[in-house]
Each structure stands twice: as C-alpha cells, then as structure tokens.
C-alpha cells in the first residue's frame, strides 16, 4: 500500500485509499477544475474539502502542500517513476492530469500548445479579473466610495468575454470539435459571474451568447455536473 506519511497534509486529511490521488479542494470555479477534469478522465480520487470559509489552506498542514495557501492541490501516488507526486496550481494540475491520462489535451503538438495557451489565458486573464470583479461587486469590495476599482474590473472583465464570443464563432468547444482543459479552465470562472457574482446587467451578459451558450453545454456535461459539486461544502 502507498504510503503517505512523510507528506503532513495526510493527517490533517487521512487517505480512505492511499493509492488513490488525493484532492485538497473546495467547490470554487479554481477547486472545481480539477474534479470535473478527474470525473472526465474516469481516474479514482479522494476528495478531501478545505474550507477557504475557515482559512484551513492556512494552517501548516496544508501549507507544506502548497505554500501559496490556495486550494486546488493534489498528491498522486502514482506520480512519474511511481513515487508520489504533490501539485499544486489548478493550470499545472491539469496539464498533468491530462498528459497522465492521454486525456484532453490533443496529442498533436501544434493543438497541445494551442489548448495551453488558453488555459493560460484563464490563469492570468479570467481567473484573477474575474475575481477581482467578485471581490469590488459583491464582497468587501462594494463598500468602497470610490467605484474606479469596480469599473476597471468589468471593463476587463467584458473585454474577455469578448475574447471568448469571438473564439466560440462557429465552435463547439474552444478547440473547436475536441472538449479539452481548455473549457475545463474557463468555463467555471464564466459560470460563476453569473450564477455566483450576479453580474449580468453590469457586464451587460446578454451580449455574449455563444459564451454563455458554450457555457451551458460544459455545464451539461456529466462529469461537469458532478464534479461541480465536489468535494461538498459540508
């Protein structure tokens, strides 16, 4: 049996299985990435809820797994060579899973790049903007006079869904014909301006169809719908 002791996150959270990849997480559109692309790709997982609600990626278990104390983070125990691997950063996440796998991400090495890039342009474009977003129009953030801050961030926030409506223009999926990571980056965080932030009349959301379309195709899926809600809130 894998042995998981010498990583200190696995008393805080005991593996059932050991030999099954371990899944620190909470259902943020960041922690739902990662179980929607394991339910997907059909690998056995343990989930295991951190919840950011209480500043548990706070505490020193958590922070030998991922000193930046954010959710996702993983521990495969079959990791290259067999010996344990621990990840964390929800894009790296992925790029793993799916190279592990064979699983969405094309093989062809043109496509690969291509299907990278736009989970990067999650990672550096939709996931902090957006959140950003959240924070100044719902949160803390809304009680602050000056409202520059707000508008800088749904001014940029509407520049990539503009990205996106022009990228989805006769596509099924962001690669095109292929559902890959890239839609599993993205489509939470665009889900959840919506459903979670309620930004629609302040991003003006009806005028992203084939967006928000893509939107619920992803969301239909399955494992999406699965993997939403995992781990749960409690």
């Known amino acids: 049996m894998t042995d998981l002791s010498r990583f200190p996150i696995a008393a805080r959270w005991p593996a059932q ?14 922690g739902v990435k990662i179980s929607i692309a394991l339910e997907e790709m059909g690998l056995p997982y343990e989930a295991h809820a951190v919840d950011i609600t209480k500043n548990e990626t706070w505490n020193d278990d958590f922070l030998s797994l991922n000193p930046n104390g954010k959710i996702p983070a993983i521990i495969d125990p079959d990791g290259p060579g067999g010996k344990p691997l621990p990840l964390f950063e929800s894009g790296a996440i992925l790029v793993y899973l799916a190279e592990k796998t064979g699983k969405l991400l094309p093989a062809d090495a043109a496509l690969r790049y291509e299907t990278i890039q736009w989970v990067f342009f999650q990672m550096g474009g939709i996931g902090p903007m957006f959140g950003q ?4 129009y719902k949160f803390a953030g809304k009680a602050i006079e000056d409202k520059r801050p707000l508008e800088r961030y749904a001014n940029e926030s509407k520049r990539l869904l503009g990205v996106l409506e022009a990228r989805l223009t006769d596509r099924q999926w962001i690669m095109g014909d292929d559902y890959t990571i890239a839609d599993v980056a993205i489509f939470p965080w665009v889900r959840a301006i919506k459903v979670f932030y309620g930004a629609d009349e302040l991003l003006g959301l009806q005028n992203f169809p084939r967006t928000f379309a893509w939107v619920e195709r992803c969301t239909a899926r399955p494992a999406s719908e699965k993997g939403l809600t995992i781990p749960p809130r409690g």
Request: aromatic letters at 22%; zero cysteines; glycine letters at 6%.
């Open 17 to 30: 299985d050991p030999s099954k990849l371990q899944l620190y997480s909470f259902p943020t559109p960041n």
């Open 133 to 136: 977003l959240g924070f100044f």
